[in-house]
C-alpha cells in the first residue's frame, strides 16, 4: 500500500510539532520564571522550585503521550488508507494530549505545592 508522504505528514503533523517544541525544551530548559517560554500557569510561576518542577514534568508528559500517540497513528497510517475525514479527525485527536498534560501538571503541582498565601 502506497502512503501519500504528505498526507501522512498532515496526520502527524501535531505528534510531530509537539515533540520537537518538547525536545526544544528539554535541550535548552528554561532557567527562571518568565512570561515567555515553558510551561507558564498561575501556579507554575508562583515559586522557582515549582517552575523547575512544572518544566520536567510537563516535557516528561509530553513526550510519554504525543509518543504514544505517534506509534497509534503510525500503525493506523500502515494498516489502512487514511481517507480526509480521518486526517482531520486525526489533528484534533493530536490535540488531546495537551489538554491531559496540563491537567496532570497542575494537579501535580497542586500536590507538591500548595498554593502560597500572602
Given at each position: 500500500?502506497?502512503?501519500?508522504?504528505?498526507?501522512?505528514?498532515?496526520?502527524?503533523?501535531?505528534?510531530?510539532?509537539?515533540?520537537?517544541?518538547a525536545l526544544l525544551?528539554?535541550?535548552?530548559?528554561?532557567?527562571?520564571?518568565?512570561?515567555?517560554?515553558?510551561?507558564?500557569?498561575?501556579?507554575?510561576?508562583?515559586?522557582?522550585?515549582?517552575?523547575?518542577?512544572?518544566?520536567?514534568?510537563?516535557?516528561?508528559?509530553?513526550?510519554?503521550?504525543?509518543?504514544?500517540?505517534?506509534?497509534?497513528?503510525?500503525?493506523?497510517?500502515?494498516?489502512?488508507?487514511?481517507?480526509?475525514?480521518?486526517?482531520?479527525?486525526?489533528?484534533?485527536?493530536?490535540?488531546?494530549?495537551?489538554?491531559?498534560?496540563?491537567?496532570?501538571?497542575?494537579?501535580?503541582?497542586?500536590?507538591?505545592?500548595?498554593?502560597?498565601?500572602?
Amino acid at each position: 500500500m502506497k502512503i501519500d508522504f504528505l498526507l501522512a505528514f498532515s496526520f502527524l503533523s501535531v505528534e510531530l510539532s509537539f515533540l520537537f517544541v518538547a525536545l526544544l525544551m528539554l535541550l535548552f530548559p528554561q532557567k527562571s520564571i518568565n512570561s515567555l517560554a515553558g510551561y507558564r500557569t498561575e501556579r507554575s510561576m508562583q515559586n522557582q522550585q515549582a517552575w523547575d518542577f512544572a518544566q520536567r514534568y510537563s516535557i516528561m508528559l509530553i513526550f510519554k503521550y504525543y509518543l504514544s500517540m505517534l506509534a497509534c497513528k503510525i500503525l493506523l497510517l500502515c494498516l489502512f488508507n487514511v481517507p480526509v475525514p480521518i486526517l482531520v479527525f486525526g489533528i484534533f485527536t493530536g490535540l488531546i494530549p495537551m489538554g491531559l498534560v496540563f491537567w496532570k501538571t497542575e494537579k501535580a503541582l497542586y500536590q507538591r505545592f500548595p498554593k502560597e498565601k500572602p
